[in-house]
């Protein structure tokens, strides 16, 4: 799905040099080059220099219409993914302190990732990540930020659907108020996953705008188009799910301490499988992760659309296809990946690092013009530490997986 015909406000000449005046900067689409109308690009140019007399970029690839408040929950809510649950489990594995340590390192990092971001979108006036790897490396750097994307947001659905496939059969066995599980097949989380991505997730994916929930483009930082506003969106909100989280581990450590178990509910469910406040908050988890999928599904199609179907205009027979073929598959991986877990890991060690460290980084070097910023400043010497970080824990984490894979072969092995 591509966007209509749109003409980007920059302060940049085609050599990556700064301008004295604002050009504009027409895109092609369908393959046809276009050529903008010399008076519309005069009147839009007017326009702009008389609501930002200040010369900053002006973002035209979104166009957001939310207030700050409601920008900082959407961003909050982005963030928080289904890892919350298993935070209790990995702070009775690190202890208080190093779980302390290891999140505020993770909230730092990721609040000088998105400045990177802003600081690389605003010296192009976009905002769209495939988009900052095209401007930094053509073709190969939209593809390579488009297939992370796609890689983590697929992790992210199939962990979602993991999660409805484990809790909603308890949720009806504690509504119908039965000691043990049946063998109905209401009670088998491989089709009640098939029948909750059919009847509620697949609807909502087909729409072809997300203002059902209140998104804006999919990008909830998009409804400020000035950056420092944006940055102040992104710290508080990280900042607010920075205590959401510790305060999450804490709570579900200090009632269970080492008898936590990697899924908090189901810890909290052998204390009294009936409890009333267990099952709201069961309710209240699988709506939310039910409601989530077809979010992070968007900008997953957006991105195949991008690696696949760049100027292609709208059309709703794909939109529709690149849905349903990414909900069958995702079903598949649930129910029949042997190791749902293991895929997760390997999702997670690879994409995660390139989307927070490596891409920001190098995006910001390559696009930061040599003018305002040499290669030997400061700022890209950080931003390229920041990228060898963001590859050696990438470096790290399949190494763990790969150690772990070979224990758990060999102790199989040994078994037989």
């Given at each position: ?34 050529v903008?109308?010399p ?10 220099l ?5 010369k ?14 409601m ?17 209790a ?24 990732s998105?400045h ?5 979108s ?103 188009p ?25 709570f ?30 069961r ?18 199609r ?25 909900l ?30 490596i ?30 970080l963001g ?18 072969t ?7």
């Amino acid at each position: 799905m591509e966007a209509p015909l749109q003409t980007e406000m920059v302060e940049l000449v085609p050599n990556g040099k700064h301008s004295e005046g604002l050009l504009p900067v027409i895109t092609p689409m369908a393959g046809n080059q276009r050529v903008e109308d010399p008076t519309r690009s005069c009147i839009e140019a007017k326009s702009f220099l008389q609501k930002s007399p200040s010369k900053e970029p002006h973002f035209t690839d979104f166009e957001g219409k939310t207030s700050f408040g409601m920008s900082v929950f959407n961003l909050s809510n982005a963030i928080m993914g289904s890892g919350i649950l298993g935070l209790a489990y990995a702070m009775a594995n690190t202890g208080i302190i190093l779980f302390l340590f290891l999140l505020t390192a993770v909230a730092l990092l990721s609040s000088y990732s998105i400045h990177l971001l802003l600081k690389s979108s605003g010296v192009v006036g976009i905002r769209a990540y495939e988009q900052l790897g095209y401007r930094a490396f053509g073709t190969p750097g939209k593809l390579a930020a488009a297939l992370a994307i796609t890689l983590q947001n697929i992790g992210a659905m199939s962990s979602y659907l993991y999660i409805i496939k484990s809790e909603l059969p308890l949720v009806i066995q504690t509504f119908l108020n039965l000691e043990e599980k049946t063998s109905d097949w209401y009670m088998n989380g491989n089709y009640l996953v098939i029948l909750v991505s059919v009847t509620v997730i697949l609807p909502l994916a087909l729409m072809r705008q997300l203002g059902y929930l209140g998104y804006s483009s999919g990008f909830s930082l998009s409804c400020m188009p000035s950056k420092k506003k944006m940055q102040h969106i992104s710290n508080l909100s990280i900042a607010v799910m920075y205590i959401m989280y510790f305060l999450a581990a804490l709570f579900g450590y200090l009632t269970f301490y080492n008898g936590v178990e990697s899924e908090l509910l189901h810890t909290y469910s052998k204390v009294d499988p009936f409890d009333v406040l267990i099952l709201c908050v069961r309710v209240a988890v699988l709506t939310a992760v039910t409601l989530t999928v077809p979010i992070v599904l968007f900008p997953v199609r957006r991105a195949i659309q991008q690696m696949l179907f760049p100027n292609q205009e709208f059309s709703w027979l794909r939109h529709v296809l690149i849905a349903v073929g990414l909900l069958t598959c995702i079903n598949l991986l649930v129910i029949f990946a042997p190791n749902i877990l293991g895929i997760f890991g390997v999702i997670g060690a690879t994409s995660a690092p390139c989307l927070i460290f490596i891409f920001p980084a190098i995006f910001y070097f390559r696009i930061m013009p040599t003018e305002k910023e040499p290669a030997r400043s400061t700022p890209k010497i950080l931003a390229l530490c920041f990228a060898v970080l963001g590859f050696l824990l990438m470096t790290m984490s399949l190494s763990f997986i790969i150690i772990d894979w070979a224990s758990g072969t060999s102790r199989h092995g040994g078994n037989h």
